[in-house]
């Protein structure tokens, strides 16, 4: 395969550019509709995608953001750890609701999540008492823990002759760990390899070699989108260690992932909402305690997809995200919930912080640091109009546009769309990423 014929494979990556709940459900969503599958290349069932269709509002967690549309294989790749009870109860829900989950594809590499890793998630976060990560509860640490330390399971282990005993050890030897480290009860290895077996049963038709018909799908000029969960700034190696995921969500491990060559991955769209919002621990130099902050919460409805709790909310750092654009491998972005905005007197834009009385343009490494930055803002006058009826970037108001200009310029990148409320009708793209001939 020579280097012109590369550039024209069909595929796209769609990362979050901040800490996670940019909309990236919504916006793959709307791919998808012209995408003939979409993988998802990490993290677990900590992540929430809400996506919404004439009105019709769907949480997934782990199933991929395809899933609305019945022409979309939906991988599962084997970056990902998959939670058996939950990945069944979403396919019932979504079976229930009328979508076919015969599109979805597990990989055979994948790891899982059982309920011991759950359980040390829960200890682990009470032992922290006030250093607290504040993570999901889900067990997804604790599960990538055990796979760098060659102790997961993966889905391929379930149907093999030594899966009992390698799950009774497992089993054991986190008991051992429980009880020694928390005091806790043990967890019963009977339950947990029946209730196994019992759910392997209802997805083994789904089991395969993902890697290879995603090469095969994107090589035969298909449009592959791969969805990421979480943002940038909460990934493993660039995120703000340690109040970050287990996983690598920036769009250079959709390759990975997958499974795939990265020179298979054409586009990458970051994508980033009109201003901040955060879960759990960790610095946020943009954070708005105040009325603003509240408003800017009950307006956009921030409070997390998956755990209820309530969002941290700030202005946009475009300090945070010209980083994240950098380091995740980003070459457009696309904005979200910019209705959000409208009603506010005044907007800022973070466009570099104080640390120890010197200006600095990048992110710190330690957290330490970053707790302690103090945001220097760009302020630009808001707009009271109601935008979520507007069909083009020229329907905006003049305020809207400049900001959104504003931010181009200084990330120093195109913005490929943007999006005024939750409906896939919502969604204003500003160029093609595939020409359609
Ligand atoms: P964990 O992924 O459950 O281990 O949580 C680690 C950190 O990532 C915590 O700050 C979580 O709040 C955050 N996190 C995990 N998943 C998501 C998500 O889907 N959206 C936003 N934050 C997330």
């Known amino acids: 395969m020579n280097k012109n014929e590369s550039q024209d494979y069909r595929s796209l990556v769609i990362v979050g550019a901040q800490w996670g709940d940019e909309g990236k459900g919504k916006i793959t969503d709307y791919f998808a509709q012209s995408a003939d599958m979409v993988v998802r290349f990490a993290g677990g069932n900590n992540a929430g995608h809400i996506i919404e269709q004439n009105g019709k509002k769907l949480k997934v967690t782990i199933v991929p953001s395809g899933i609305m549309n019945s022409r979309v294989i939906n991988v599962i790749g084997n970056g990902t750890v998959i939670n058996l009870p939950s990945l069944i109860s979403e396919m019932e829900i979504l079976e229930k609701e009328g979508f076919i989950t015969d599109t979805i594809k597990i990989s055979n590499r994948a790891h899982l999540v059982f309920p011991y890793h759950i359980v040390i998630d829960e ?176 307006k956009g409805h921030e409070y997390g997809s998956n755990t209820g709790r309530p969002r941290r909310v700030g202005w946009l750092d475009a300090v945070a995200l010209k980083y994240a654009i950098k380091v ?46 103090i945001p220097n803002f760009l302020e630009m006058p808001g707009w009271n109009e109601d935008i979520t009826q507007v069909k083009s970037f020229d329907e905006l108001p003049e305020n809207a546009k400049n900001y959104l200009k504003m931010i181009e310029k200084i990330c120093e990148i195109d913005i490929i769309g943007f999006s005024i409320g939750p409906d896939r009708k919502q969604t204003i793209l500003l160029d093609q990423i595939f020409n359609h001939d």
């Open 123 to 298: 200890f682990q976060e009470k032992e922290r008492k006030n250093k607290k990560i504040g993570t999901t509860k889900r067990g997804i640490g604790p599960a990538y823990s055990d796979k760098v330390d060659r102790q997961g399971i993966r889905i391929c282990d379930i149907a093999k002759k030594d899966f009992k005993e390698k799950l009774k050890y497992n089993v054991e030897y986190k008991n051992k760990f429980i009880k020694a480290m928390f005091d806790g009860k043990p967890l019963n290895f009977e339950d947990i390899y029946n209730e196994t077996i019992e759910l392997y049963k209802k997805i083994e038709d789904k089991i395969t070699d993902t890697a290879i018909i995603i090469e095969d799908a994107i090589k035969s000029n298909k449009t592959v989108l791969f969805e990421g969960a979480q943002g940038v700034l909460l990934d493993i190696d660039h995120g703000t260690y340690p109040f970050v995921t287990s996983s690598n969500t920036s769009a250079n491990n959709a390759p990975t992932g997958a499974g795939i060559s990265a020179n298979l991955i054409k586009h990458v769209i970051g994508v980033a909402k009109a201003y901040c919002t955060r879960v759990g621990a960790g610095g946020f130099p943009t954070e708005l305690l105040s009325e603003i902050g509240d408003q800017i919460r009950e």
């Open 328 to 373: 995740g491998g980003i070459t457009n972005i696309f904005i979200t919930l910019l209705d959000v905005l409208s009603g506010l007197e005044k907007i800022k834009i973070c466009t570099s912080y104080t640390l120890n009385n010197r200006q600095i343009n990048s992110l710190p490494a330690c957290d330490e640091d970053y707790q302690e930055c």
